[in-house]
């Protein structure tokens, strides 16, 4: 069964500071790996989506990367702002199942 | 492009009645996921239908039930509610998760209040 761990639960940073959010998942044997952005009480907003043959996905100032064999993937926020604060979340997709962390709450302070 | 939709966006019913929740993916999808997120549990796999086929089911009792139409649309339904199914739940659609290829886009939300 597919455990998705998401390291920190709470992240608070000043604005301006680059920053490393963690995810990692016990089987390698996925098919994805998708990160979600989700303000309080939204719904969730797709960050990056990697496939498993893929070792990094990158969009503005984000950058994903993927690494199956030690079940773990990063996401990387250049020059953080405060409209990054939000909870981040990452999914697994291994078989029919999509497994989510339990998310990393970031607070970028001005 | 419209994303998905969800209706209501908030409700609030009391202990034993049920409830139906609707959601609209975004067109062309034929794949509707829903998923609940409480606090306790995060978010966690009600079920997947597809060409108006449940095709996934996550762990959740007989109460729970959801259905999809031929225009894609889907409802989720749940009978005898318990305070205990406070929660979001969100929907999500995609072209066909089951190839593992297709992003999935979630809808805002319906938040569940049961009093």
């Known amino acids: 069964k597919q455990e998705v761990t998401q390291i920190p639960a709470a992240l608070s940073v000043p604005e301006g500071e680059n920053l490393v959010l963690n995810c990692s998942f016990t089987?390698?044997?996925?098919?994805?790996l998708q990160w979600f952005r989700q303000d309080p009480g939204k719904g969730l907003t797709s960050l990056l989506l990697?496939?498993?043959?893929?070792r990094e996905q990158t969009s503005g100032r984000l950058n994903a990367s993927l690494d199956k064999s030690s079940g773990r993937s990063t996401l990387y926020i250049a020059a953080s702002q405060p409209g990054d604060s939000a909870t981040y979340l990452c999914a697994v997709t291994s078989g029919d199942d999509m497994r989510f962390g339990a998310g990393t709450r970031l607070t970028v302070k001005p | 492009k419209a994303g998905v939709t969800q209706t209501p966006r908030y409700l609030i019913k009391t202990r034993g009645q049920q409830v139906t929740l609707s959601c609209s993916p975004i067109s062309g999808h034929r794949s509707v996921s829903w998923y609940q997120q409480t606090p306790g549990q995060g978010l966690q796999f009600l079920f997947e239908y597809f060409s108006e086929t449940q095709r996934n089911k996550g762990n959740f009792p007989g109460r729970f039930s959801g259905r999809q139409f031929s225009n894609s649309r889907s409802e989720m339904n749940v009978s005898t509610l318990e305070l205990g199914d406070s929660a979001l739940y969100l929907c999500?659609?995609?072209?066909?998760?089951?190839?593992?290829?297709?992003?999935?886009?979630f809808g805002p939300g319906t938040r569940l209040t049961v009093t």
């Open positions: 089987d390698s044997a996925i098919y994805n």
């Open positions: 990697i496939q498993s043959s893929q």
């Open positions: 999500a659609s995609s072209l066909d998760p089951g190839t593992g290829s297709y992003e999935q886009y």
